[in-house]
């Protein structure tokens, strides 16, 4: 029996999940050696540039997901006219507001190395020339969003991740190589900018491959440009939680405790970012999926969707970034040393709130596809309001780790409350039903592993690096055991995976690039 859409949706996005970790795998063993040959204060001054760019890139509005969304709708009914119009606008609005934000940055660079970066004891020059660089390459990022936008709406996941991958590890394996070589954080942003032209320049020619003019080129039209700013208006404000989780947070470690302090908070965070990253690549089939579901009015298959999904997500959740709360301790000392040994805190923190950001991905996913992205942008604007009002008291009490305890506290607290709305007003699923279907069986999953690891933490003796990735290999033979004794995803769902080779074909003309 063929394969359903659904099943050929979740082998593509698997697959751009295997594709999104070896980013992960790169930073994860090559950072140390960055840092050890640029110095705590200089690589520093490089994760705040990045912090800097990344919040300027919240200015593209979320068009990205409003684009996605309005193309496979064009797709769905084969509009090949109205998606080039929607793809003409897109790039005349993102082309705008990259050109505009990149002089911002650049004529800006002065008063953010004084205010911002506060880096006692390095030239000013430094930080401001690694500033610059980072607004020279917002640009492409703006771009990026856009491509991104025309793929997923075109259930085209794999190619654009996989140019994304490449591009991540050939920037991480490029700064490891300059730092080795004695290069400052300067020649170390001007790489990270230039690989990203090329890679936005590999990822337009492969989106301008699915146009059916073959080529795209900025255009206007009032309607659509305001059906786009208006969706994009609405779930624009809930990324303003990414913008406190990956950017904001490094911002107010550097000016509450200066530059040298970024390091012990930002690498453990960005390692475990990393996760939730890849699980929200995972996720981007399900907006186009669920608004084609609900232009069906199919109730019945949203609510399958629905609960097949989150049980991926459940698991996925307390089996990844858990392995850093139960094993903190021989795992930073080991990969980072012994002085690095207060940044465990940060990592069990932060571990514990990635979980909750990936258990939010599919009702967030579900609530945009249904055109609904407000109640989404009102969780995540709480919890962003409520993290800057604990971040500089926390920080000043607790160190780095209280930045990571000022922004997990309020998605405890909003969290739970999201997913039983979610589950309640458009699903209609009880509380006792969302609980035996989706979260009982991972919860008993996530609880067994951390105790596993703490159990072997306390027991055993794991401080070199070898004896860390013996730690890494019981905790993760334990994890596929209990997987498979509670099996809070089926196997079926499993076996997709290895059926999906065939998926990785030549992208289709746009009138065959959604199956039926």
Not at 402 to 411: E, N, Q, S, T, V
Request: hydrophobic share 55%; aromatic share 8%.
């Amino acid at each position: 029996m063929a394969e359903s859409f659904s099943e050929r949706m979740t082998a593509k996005a698997m697959w751009t999940l295997v594709m999104s970790l070896f980013p992960m795998i790169a930073a994860i063993s090559l950072v140390p050696v960055v840092l050890r040959h640029v110095g705590n204060v200089q690589y520093g001054i490089l994760q705040v540039a990045l912090g800097v760019s990344g919040l300027l890139a919240m200015a593209d509005m979320n068009l990205g997901l409003a684009l996605t969304r309005a193309i496979a709708g064009a797709a769905s009914l084969e509009r090949n006219e109205e998606f080039l119009s929607l793809a003409r606008v897109g790039m005349a609005i993102f082309l705008t507001i990259g050109l505009v934000l990149t002089c911002c940055i650049l004529f800006a660079a002065p008063w953010l190395a004084r205010h911002v970066v506060n880096a006692k004891g390095v030239d000013a020059g430094l930080a401001v020339d690694t500033l610059r660089l980072a607004g020279f390459a917002l640009f492409p990022l703006f771009l990026n969003t856009y491509a991104i936008g025309i793929a997923n709406g075109l259930h085209r996941y794999i190619v654009p991740t996989a140019i994304n991958s490449a591009n991540l590890v050939t920037t991480t394996v490029g700064n490891a190589l300059l730092a080795i070589n004695g290069s400052s954080v300067v020649q170390l942003m001007l790489w990270n900018a230039v690989v990203s032209y090329v890679a936005i320049a590999v990822l337009l020619s492969y989106v301008g491959r699915l146009s059916p003019a073959g080529s795209l080129r900025p255009g206007y039209s009032r309607e659509q440009a305001r059906g786009l700013l208006t969706f994009a208006s609405f779930s624009w404000l809930g990324r303003l939680s990414g913008l406190v989780a990956s950017v904001g947070d490094r911002l107010v470690v550097s000016s509450t405790l200066g530059a040298a302090a970024v390091p012990a908070y930002a690498i453990p965070m960005g390692t475990l970012r990393y996760f939730a990253s890849a699980a929200g690549t995972l996720g981007s089939s399900l907006l186009p999926v669920v608004a084609h579901a609900d232009a069906r009015a199919d109730s019945k298959s949203l609510r399958a969707l629905y609960i097949r999904s989150a049980r991926i997500f459940a698991t996925i959740a307390v089996g990844l970034p858990l392995f850093a709360v139960s094993g903190s301790h021989i795992l930073i000392t080991a990969w980072l040393g012994p002085s690095f040994s207060r940044a465990a805190p940060v990592m069990i923190l932060g571990g514990l709130s990635v979980c909750l950001t990936i258990l939010t991905m599919v009702p967030s996913y579900l609530v945009d596809g249904l055109g609904k992205p407000q109640l989404t942008s009102i969780l995540r604007l709480a919890q962003v309001a409520a993290g800057f009002v604990l971040a500089v008291p926390l920080l000043n009490a607790w160190g780095a780790a209280g930045a990571a305890a000022a922004f997990l506290i309020p998605a405890l607290a909003t969290v739970p409350l999201f997913l039983r709305l979610v589950e309640a007003r458009f699903l209609g699923m009880g509380a006792g039903e969302a609980v035996q279907e989706i979260y009982l069986r991972p919860a008993l999953v996530g609880s067994c592993v951390v105790l596993t690891g703490l159990a072997l933490e306390r027991h055993a003796s794991f401080g070199s690096l070898s004896g860390a990735m013996v730690f890494l290999a019981i905790l993760t033979m334990a994890y596929g055991i209990l997987v498979v004794l509670f099996r809070p995803v089926p196997l079926k769902e499993l076996r997709v995976l290895s059926r999906s080779f065939k998926h990785l074909r030549r992208p289709a003309s746009l009138d065959r690039s959604v199956p039926n």
